[in-house]
Nanobody, 119 residues
């Protein structure tokens, strides 16, 4: 059974920083693309950033230059360094990973971690 466990959320003042971590566990699990999504109250879940096994990254325009995604393939862990946080970054952040199982790409989600940016 594959599990994604997030950590690192919390309350931070505008302009502050947080680092989210997400560790994937499971026998023989190897993540293909890993990433972070977020969902604010009353809004749809949106992509924040993704990173491939090889390290290619993709960011939402709203976080470019402020957030950095990285991963440790040996640990099946993905990180999101969030700097210069704004109140509009407030949301539940979800870790995502996909992995090839036989010939199918299977999606996995974490339980979410709350990030609140407020003074």
């Amino acid at each position: 059974q594959v599990q994604l466990v997030e950590s690192g959320g919390g309350l931070v003042q505008p302009g502050g920083s947080l680092r989210l971590s997400c560790a994937a566990s499971g026998s023989m699990f190897s993540a293909n693309v890993m990433g972070w999504y977020r969902q604010a109250p009353g809004k749809q879940r949106e992509l924040v950033a993704t990173i491939t096994w090889a390290g290619s990254t993709n960011y939402a325009d709203s976080v470019k230059g402020r957030f950095t995604i990285s991963r440790d393939n040996a640990k099946n862990t993905v990180y999101l360094q969030m700097n210069s946080l704004k109140p509009e970054d407030t949301a539940v952040y979800y870790c995502h990973a996909d992995s090839w199982v036989a010939l199918s790409l299977v999606n996995y989600w974490g339980q979410g971690t709350q990030v609140t940016v407020s003074s």
